[in-house]
């Protein structure tokens, strides 16, 4: 009776109530895709919730002061003629909001984000652990609500007319706490359901959440943009809140929580029929799988253990710097835009919010290219090194030749997009995963939001210096940001040869295997 009554607690009430309706449950197949819905909608929600910042640089802070006669383009009214004639005005009239507004604007806008970025960064170590020991479910349930009340707030200083620095700062800090939550979550579900086959591809199908959380926080906080910058906050914010409220309802973090056997032991499950067969009457009859299969009974591993797993330190410091390339773009481009001289032209806060989407549409592709090629090569290292020295040419060519008109200047962000969040991308979700699963821990799924923290909290501390550095850099100009970001992309790179070499080598012994055996059955055949 007590068993029964906690696997009732363990599985989430949507998915209770739609076995109750059907009469039995869905196959492991349907679970498997539900699973991926929810935790793509989940984080498409926190990245669309850490946009607005970008988006609302050039209102909070508009100089220089750019006019723009920008006629609409490629796709009608997205990109639009004129500025709003509130935008840069606070509701006293002033140019921009206090006090973003001033000679330190930028500066201050700068610690803004890293105040974010810092408390993610070190909240991520945290999360990971408590990811492994609490219900998933809930943590990021809680993780959202808290993040979509924080962001919301922040917005809400505009409707208090709030200009003191620190009430912003405050608000940054707690959501960044909050958004610690999600990453970790999200990854350590994905690995509970699906195991090491295809994980690159579907990972990196999967991750599009990134870039589409960023293209629609992008959309939603330049679409509310007119109607006062607070808005820019409180739409995403309310969006990330219902996201958790479908991951309450709808997300089963272990398979075993709800009659599944995990592929994280059991690399392959025979067929979906099949275990569909197996399992069906048990979740029929009301049977759970025992206690100690199940997600709260399992053993936790400590941030020293996961740390001496191999290759998770090396991936982590290259994340460093990957999401220092990352991370600056995705809080500055929109601002970089609507200062740069494009095709002889100035545009818009709102056209350059929107033309910004454009990087992380490359990134999209970046991430599938990346995870597919690691799949097909089973080379992880190999595959993130070479975009991240690829990187360091579109970068150059972007800053180069992206201001002769807004056709190269697409195409080349495009590119750059491609290169720079492709290795972000494979080694936050494979690698995380590989890693998080290795034999070392002898089957262990308990070590997969930990590594997963671990990497990305590492990488997070670098997304947090990106910013801020930018920040300081842009006042001498835009060259010596884009000297630092494809310098970070060099180290990135490097910091992975020695992971490189062993793939080589593995691959080359391989070959040598494979060419001598070959040999010896042919020889046979002679005999």
């Given at each position: 009776m007590?068993?029964?009554?906690?696997?009732?607690?363990?599985?989430?009430?949507?998915?209770?109530?739609?076995?109750?309706?059907?009469?039995k449950?869905?196959?492991?197949?349907?679970?498997?895709?539900?699973?991926?819905?929810?935790?793509?909608?989940?984080?498409?929600?926190?990245?669309?919730?850490?946009?607005?910042?970008?988006?609302?640089?050039?209102?909070?802070?508009?100089?220089?002061?750019?006019t723009?006669n920008?006629?609409?383009?490629?796709?009608?009214?997205?990109?639009?003629?004129?500025?709003?004639?509130?935008?840069?005005?606070?509701?006293?009239?002033?140019?921009?909001?206090?006090?973003?507004?001033?000679?330190?604007?930028?500066e201050?806008?700068?610690?803004?984000?890293?105040?974010?970025?810092?408390?993610?960064?070190?909240?991520?170590?945290g999360?990971?652990?408590?990811?492994?020991?609490?219900?998933?479910?809930?943590?990021?349930?809680?993780?959202?609500?808290?993040?979509?009340?924080f962001?919301?707030?922040?917005?809400?200083?505009?409707?208090?007319?709030?200009?003191v620095?620190?009430?912003?700062?405050?608000m940054?800090?707690?959501?960044?706490?909050?958004?610690?939550?999600?990453?970790?979550?999200?990854?350590?579900?994905?690995?509970?359901?699906?195991?090491?086959?295809?994980?690159?591809?579907?990972?990196?199908?999967?991750?599009?959440?990134t870039?589409?959380?960023?293209?629609?926080?992008?959309?939603?906080?330049?679409s509310?943009?007119?109607?006062?910058?607070?808005?820019?906050?409180?739409?995403?914010?309310?969006?990330?809140?219902?996201?958790?409220?479908?991951?309450?309802?709808?997300?089963?973090?272990?398979?075993?929580?709800?009659?599944?056997?995990?592929?994280?032991?059991?690399?392959?499950?025979?067929?979906?029929?099949?275990?569909?067969?197996?399992?069906?009457?048990?979740?029929?009859?009301?049977?759970?799988?025992?206690?100690?299969?199940?997600?709260?009974?399992?053993?936790?591993?400590?941030?020293?253990?996961?740390?001496?797993?191999?290759?998770?330190?090396?991936?982590?410091?290259?994340?460093?710097?990957?999401?220092?390339?990352?991370?600056t773009?995705?809080?500055?481009?929109?601002?970089?835009?609507?200062?740069?001289?494009?095709?002889?032209?100035?545009?818009?806060?709102?056209?350059?919010?929107?033309?910004?989407?454009?990087?992380?549409?490359?990134?999209?592709?970046?991430?599938?290219?990346?995870?597919?090629?690691?799949?097909?090569?089973?080379?992880?290292?190999?595959?993130?090194?070479?975009?991240?020295?690829?990187?360091?040419?579109?970068?150059?060519?972007?800053?180069?030749?992206?201001?002769?008109?807004?056709?190269?200047?697409?195409?080349?962000?495009?590119?750059?997009?491609?290169?720079?969040?492709?290795?972000?991308?494979?080694?936050?979700t494979?690698?995380?995963?590989?890693?998080?699963?290795?034999?070392?821990?002898?089957?262990?799924?308990?070590?997969?939001?930990?590594?997963?923290?671990?990497?990305?909290?590492?990488?997070?501390?670098?997304?947090?210096?990106?910013?801020?550095?930018?920040?300081?850099?842009?006042?001498?100009?835009?060259?010596?940001?884009?000297?630092?970001?494809?310098?970070?992309?060099?180290?990135?790179?490097?910091?992975?040869?020695?992971?490189?070499?062993?793939?080589?080598?593995?691959?080359a012994?391989?070959?040598?295997?494979?060419?001598?055996?070959?040999?010896?059955?042919?020889?046979n055949?002679?005999?």
């Amino acid at each position: 009776m007590a068993n029964n009554l906690d696997a009732m607690r363990k599985i989430p009430p949507g998915i209770w109530l739609i076995r109750k309706i059907r009469g039995k449950d869905c196959s492991l197949k349907t679970h498997r895709y539900m699973v991926l819905l929810v935790t793509f909608i989940a984080y498409t929600s926190y990245h669309a919730s850490r946009k607005p910042s970008s988006i609302v640089k050039s209102a909070l802070d508009p100089e220089p002061n750019k006019t723009t006669n920008v006629h609409p383009w490629p796709i009608g009214s997205v990109f639009v003629k004129d500025e709003f004639l509130n935008e840069n005005k606070d509701k006293f009239g002033h140019k921009g909001w206090e006090p973003f507004n001033g000679k330190d604007g930028t500066e201050k806008l700068g610690l803004i984000d890293v105040a974010f970025l810092a408390c993610y960064s070190l909240g991520m170590f945290g999360a990971g652990h408590l990811g492994d020991t609490l219900d998933l479910r809930l943590f990021l349930t809680c993780g959202m609500i808290g993040s979509g009340i924080f962001v919301g707030l922040f917005g809400m200083g505009y409707f208090w007319s709030i200009h003191v620095f620190g009430f912003y700062l405050v608000m940054q800090m707690v959501a960044g706490l909050f958004q610690a939550t999600g990453w970790p979550s999200v990854v350590a579900v994905i690995g509970n359901w699906f195991g090491k086959r295809k994980r690159g591809l579907i990972m990196g199908i999967w991750n599009a959440h990134t870039s589409v959380g960023n293209i629609t926080g992008s959309l939603i906080a330049a679409s509310v943009l007119e109607y006062g910058w607070g808005w820019s906050f409180i739409a995403p914010g309310t969006f990330i809140a219902i996201a958790g409220i479908l991951v309450f309802l709808f997300l089963a973090a272990y398979p075993e929580d709800i009659g599944f056997p995990c592929p994280a032991r059991a690399e392959a499950v025979p067929r979906d029929g099949e275990a569909q067969t197996q399992n069906e009457g048990t979740v029929e009859e009301g049977k759970s799988t025992p206690i100690r299969d199940r997600s709260g009974a399992r053993r936790s591993v400590g941030l020293l253990e996961a740390c001496l797993i191999p290759g998770v330190i090396p991936f982590a410091f290259c994340l460093f710097f990957s999401k220092l390339v990352a991370y600056t773009f995705l809080y500055w481009l929109p601002f970089y835009l609507s200062q740069t001289e494009i095709g002889g032209e100035y545009m818009s806060v709102k056209s350059a919010g929107n033309l910004s989407t454009l990087f992380d549409v490359g990134g999209i592709v970046g991430g599938i290219l990346a995870g597919h090629i690691s799949d097909k090569l089973r080379a992880r290292a190999i595959t993130a090194a070479s975009f991240m020295y690829a990187a360091i040419p579109s970068m150059l060519l972007y800053r180069l030749y992206g201001n002769l008109s807004r056709t190269v200047n697409i195409v080349l962000m495009m590119i750059a997009g491609l290169f720079i969040n492709g290795p972000y991308a494979l080694i936050t979700t494979a690698v995380s995963a590989d890693l998080g699963t290795h034999s070392s821990l002898r089957g262990d799924s308990r070590a997969l939001a930990t590594v997963t923290a671990i990497i990305d909290g590492t990488g997070s501390i670098g997304a947090a210096l990106g910013p801020l550095l930018t920040g300081f850099l842009s006042t001498k100009g835009w060259d010596t940001v884009f000297v630092m970001l494809m310098l970070g992309a060099l180290i990135a790179g490097l910091l992975l040869s020695r992971q490189v070499v062993v793939e080589i080598n593995e691959k080359a012994c391989k070959s040598m295997r494979s060419s001598s055996g070959q040999q010896s059955s042919e020889g046979n055949a002679m005999n």
